[in-house]
Structures are given as structure tokens and as C-alpha cells.
């Protein structure tokens, strides 16, 4: 695909209120919380030394604001990439973890189980998703050789970079955190991605709701 390797730094969107709450957000277009701004701009400032050549992010909302916070310190801009979406929950979008246990308990329990197949209805299967923001983020990465860019996505998104990246099976189940607005570290050459660092989230030191002005 190419040969000089590309430094990518992966981003999950600041916090919204439906991530407060335990709510699915999927294709739904959330906006950041006031925290959710305050840890992009942290995000920004903690990157203000990178050189960066360009800012991508999924077109959502919580995803965009979040880039835009990064990309305007360095006068880019942020380039949408549909690709780079959440994944989409159907019928389970806008429901808490609960609601989603006592409404659906069987569907709960596949989703839960991660099985690669299962989508719920309206939504997309964890093969199927993987495939796409996966294969997004190779093709943005293929276009900037030797390169530093940064991709702010979404928290499914990264779990699937992570697996690429390390290797790991789409139903295994998660070990490692994944925060709002933390910086992650992907190298990607021809042979795909390699981590390099994640969940890096001393800039954010200090930073809670409480002290952010709603």
C-alpha cells in the first residue's frame, strides 16, 4: 500500500450527556457536553507541539467539534470522513445499558457477548463495522506517507483500531480503557497498524464536571 510508515494519532470525541448516562449513541448525532469542549481544548493544547499534517474526524458532531478544537490551533482543516462513523445501533440508540438489558434482554445478551455477526435490528454487526471504519482509516492513513495525522473517531471505532493493532479477535472481550478526548498512538505501514502507545490521558489531570460552567 506504501512504504514509509505514517504516525497516527487516534482520538475519542470529548464526553456528551449521553455518554454521562450510559446511553447508546451510535449514528445519532450527540454534541459535545460543556466538559466535552473543555477536554477538546485541553486535547489541543496537549498537542500543540505535534507536527501535524493533517485532522480527520467522522462527520458526527461529538467527533467534529472535538477535531475542530485541535485543528484550529495549526490553521487546518478538518476533513469528514463518513467512514470514520460509530457504529450504528439501530433500535438500541438513545437507551442506557439498563434499558437496553430489561427491553431486549436476548439481543443485550449477543451484543454483550460481542458476537462478530449479530446486528441489532437497524444496526450494523461488529464485522461489518469493523470492515468499514478499519478500511477508512487505511485509506486516510495510505494517502499521508512519513507522515502525522490525527483521527478523532469514536470509542467503537478505536476498539477496533486497537484490535487491528495488537491483533485481537473482534469477540474477545475488551482490556483496556479507552477515555473521551485521550490521545492514542498507532504506527501504520503496508503490513497495517502497530501500537505504539494508548489511553494517554495526563492532559485531562483535574478536569470534571463540576468544574465546567453549563
Avoid: K
Avoid at 70 to 90: H, I, Y
Avoid at 161 to 176: G, I, K, N, V
Amino acid at each position: 500500500m506504501f512504504e514509509e510508515p505514517t504516525r497516527v494519532i487516534l482520538v475519542r470525541h470529548g464526553e456528551t450527556a449521553w455518554n454521562r448516562a450510559t446511553r447508546i449513541q451510535g449514528h445519532t448525532d450527540i454534541p459535545l457536553s460543556p466538559l466535552g469542549l473543555a477536554q477538546a481544548q485541553r486535547l489541543a493544547e496537549a498537542l500543540a507541539d505535534e507536527p501535524l499534517a493533517a485532522v480527520y474526524a467522522s462527520d458526527l458532531s461529538r467527533a467534529r467539534q472535538t477535531a475542530e478544537a485541535l485543528a484550529a490551533t495549526r490553521g487546518l482543516e478538518v476533513r469528514l470522513d463518513v467512514g470514520l462513523r460509530e457504529r450504528a445501533f439501530g433500535r438500541f440508540e438513545g437507551l442506557s445499558w439498563e434499558e437496553i438489558a430489561q427491553r431486549f434482554p436476548d439481543d443485550s445478551a449477543r451484543w454483550r457477548r460481542r458476537e462478530p455477526d449479530f446486528a441489532v435490528g437497524g444496526g450494523e454487526s461488529l464485522n461489518t463495522f469493523s470492515a468499514r471504519c478499519v478500511g477508512a482509516a487505511r485509506r486516510v492513513v495510505a494517502a499521508h506517507p512519513g507522515q502525522s495525522i490525527v483521527l478523532v473517531a469514536h470509542g467503537g471505532v478505536l476498539d477496533c483500531l486497537y484490535r487491528a493493532a495488537t491483533r485481537t479477535a473482534l469477540d474477545a472481550p475488551r482490556s483496556w480503557q479507552l477515555g473521551n478526548a485521550t490521545i492514542n498512538r498507532v504506527l501504520a505501514t503496508s503490513e497495517g497498524f502497530t501500537l505504539v502507545g494508548w489511553n494517554d490521558d495526563r492532559h485531562l489531570a483535574g478536569l470534571a464536571a463540576d468544574d465546567v460552567a453549563a
